[in-house]
């Protein structure tokens, strides 16, 4: 009998961890971004939040238009978002998407114990800027499968 309730233990188990989460569209005019049907969106003039209910961190999307920033000045631009002390190497150019050049920065913020993963896309005067920022102590496991599917999900329209 202790055996049967084991397994049928170890079975129900299984299933409930192996559900995949519902997820949702969400779209803006110019880009579009996968993400579970559980967390919820704002949009505060245009920065577009997307987060667990929890907030133990979010995905954060903001959109640049008639931007003039020279190419040569876009690593330099990213390290000051988080008044970055890092090489510019550490920067990555990661190449191309619809036309837009992408660019990929990951920074642990010391004093907040945050993780932040950004990615930048710019072509000409436009530029889409999404990032992650989740707490030192859930960056691991699900929480960072989940932030990453939903961040990798970013498409842009045009």
Do not use: R
């Not at 150019?93 to 993963?117: A, M, P, Q, R, V």
């Amino acid at each position: 009998m202790k055996k049967i309730l084991f397994a049928a233990f170890i079975f129900a188990t299984s299933c409930l961890f192996s559900q995949q989460l519902g997820t949702e569209l969400y779209e803006s005019e110019n880009y579009s971004i996968v993400m579970p049907d559980t967390w919820k969106a704002t949009n505060d003039e245009g920065i577009v939040n997307i987060f667990p209910t929890n907030e133990i961190g979010a995905i954060t999307i903001s959109e640049y238009h008639d931007l003039d920033l020279p190419k040569s000045e876009v690593k330099k631009f990213i390290l000051a978002l988080y008044n970055s002390t890092d090489d510019e190497k550490k920067v990555k150019n990661t190449g191309s998407k619809k036309g837009y050049s992408e660019y990929l920065y990951e920074y642990f913020d010391e004093k907040e114990k945050l993780f932040w993963i950004t990615k930048l896309y710019q072509k000409n005067k436009d530029m889409f800027i999404i990032s992650i920022n989740c707490q030192e102590k859930h960056w691991n496991g699900n929480y960072m499968k989940v932030f990453n599917e939903t961040f990798d999900s970013f498409k842009i329209k045009k």
